[in-house]
T-cell receptor, first 113, second 113 residues
């Protein structure tokens, strides 16, 4: 009955590889997000989708491509992984865009070697 | 642009003692303010939020926060901490008309017996 679930929990890969992280929410929320948390715990928004439509696209390398097949899913694909991509990536959802509180998944720890 | 400052990187408190975590925001109008908690290896969980009305808001786990417009602050308090409160605490703000939730840098709370 997990509200926001993301897989995998851990991802270890080599530089140059392509990887994907999947996220699903069963809360019926309209809006989904990807956040990146660096080694100093700083959280920065990467993308936001509202009803499958991209509404926030921060200054993120175009190696990162989100995909939302429906409003319950928001996947993140990363091409040509670099060492600096190592971080914890959090998926989140909210009922609406704006001031609705966010519900977070448990994160995916990506390590690029 | 909206921003959030959490001046304390790390706070250590004895179990049973009171707690106050500081948060200051920068935004012209009244923002929407949140406190989230992140336990090790977990995603963030909403503790409480302030949108309008009573400036003292109650949250889960016995936490409360007070919005002070004159000080641009939204400090989090708990009268008596428990060992299970050890975690990372994030203050966050979203401004009216802005879809992005901006997080502070977090305060790590350590509880000593």
């Amino acid at each position: 009955d997990t509200a926001v679930s993301q897989t995998p929990k851990y991802l270890v890969t080599q530089m140059g590889n392509d990887k994907s992280i999947k996220c699903e929410q069963n809360l019926g929320h309209d809006t989904m997000y990807w956040y990146k948390q660096d080694s100093k715990k700083f959280l920065k928004i990467m993308f936001s989708y509202n009803n499958k439509e991209l509404i926030i696209n921060e200054t993120v390398p175009n190696r990162f491509s989100p995909k939302s097949p429906d409003k319950a899913h928001l996947n993140l694909h990363i091409n040509s992984l670099e060492l600096g991509d190592s971080a914890v990536y959090f998926c989140a959802s909210s009922q609406h865009q704006g001031n609705s509180p966010l519900h977070f998944g448990n994160g995916t720890r990506l390590t690029v070697t | 642009a909206q921003s959030v400052t959490q001046p304390d990187i790390h706070i250590t408190v004895s179990e049973g003692a009171s707690l106050e975590l500081r948060c200051n925001y920068s935004y012209g109008a009244t923002p929407y303010l949140f406190w989230y908690v992140q336990s090790p290896g977990q995603g963030l969980q909403l503790l409480l939020k302030y949108f309008s009305g009573d400036t003292l808001v109650q949250g889960i786990k016995g936490f409360e926060a007070e919005f002070k417009r004159s000080q641009s602050s939204f400090n989090l308090r708990k009268p008596s901490v428990h060992w299970s409160d050890a975690a990372e605490y994030f203050c966050a703000v979203v401004s009216f008309g802005n879809e992005k939730l901006t997080f502070g840098t977090g305060t790590r709370l350590t509880i000593i017996p």
